[in-house]
């Protein structure tokens, strides 16, 4: 089953979240890019109250921030982030500031140590970007857990505006296909939950399409949270 995950900022939101149907916790600062950090205090304080103050289980997972893909610098972050316990750690796929793709494999192979202590690790690829052909296989050998479709620009185009269907759903059995948990999100609204949960994704995230006048960097929006969950 399709799971709902919601982007938060705050303890409050979190609240809200979960009290309006949210099966996962997202913690990331939309004021700092795509996949801005928050501090490493405030994702403790969250993760403490989502596994301390919620009757069922609820995940959470947070981003280390829109980061050059440097091993070193990669691998510090995720080790800090990690010391939270927080469920699972987001690294965004990005390239290079002049546009040239990242060497993503070293980064993978630094990782490794992390994955091999039972860390879960998410990839987020970027559907403005190209990857290269065998980067999923790569992904899950480096161990990770699973990998996430999202946007970079943060400009109102989703993932739809630049695959066509038949695109997505191959990427999607790629991913599957190495028994990867399998996310969506990007710019998403109450109006693409029909079309994106015929490709059967692990879950699907939101931020600007909870928020006040689908703005992700306004508050939650509990009504549109709600209309999302009815409706997965």
Not at 81 to 89: G, W
Not at 147 to 160: C, R, S, W
Not at 177 to 196: C, D, K, M, P, R
Request: hydrophobic share 40%; net charge neutral; aromatic share 8%.
């Amino acid at each position: 089953m399709t799971q709902l995950l919601i982007s938060v900022t705050t303890v409050e939101e979190a609240q809200v979240a979960l009290e309006n149907g949210a099966d996962f916790i997202d913690l990331k600062d939309p004021c700092k890019g795509a996949l801005g950090a928050l501090p490493l205090p405030r994702i403790s304080e969250i993760v403490t109250f989502v596994s301390e103050s919620w009757h069922e289980k609820k995940f959470t997972s947070a981003t280390i921030g829109d980061l050059p893909m440097q091993p070193q610098l990669i691998l510090e972050q995720v080790t800090a982030l990690a010391k939270t316990k927080v469920d699972i750690i987001k690294i965004g796929f990005f390239k290079e500031s002049d546009g040239e793709s990242s060497d993503y494999q070293s980064c993978l192979n630094s990782l490794k140590v992390i994955t091999q202590t039972g860390v879960k690790l998410i990839a987020v690829l970027f559907a403005e970007y190209e990857y290269p052909v065998h980067l999923i296989s790569a992904i899950k050998s480096a161990g990770f857990y699973g990998v996430m479709l999202d946007t970079a620009d943060k400009n109102g185009a989703t993932f739809l505006d630049y695959y066509s269907i038949a695109r997505i759903r191959n990427f999607a059995e790629n991913v599957q296909g190495e028994n990867l948990l399998f996310g969506l999100a990007g710019s998403l609204t109450l109006q693409h939950v029909g079309i994106v949960r015929e490709l059967n994704p692990s879950y699907i995230g939101f931020r600007g399409g909870v928020c006040v006048e689908n703005q992700r960097k306004s508050k939650l929006d509990a009504t549109r949270i709600r209309a999302i969950r009815k409706i997965m």
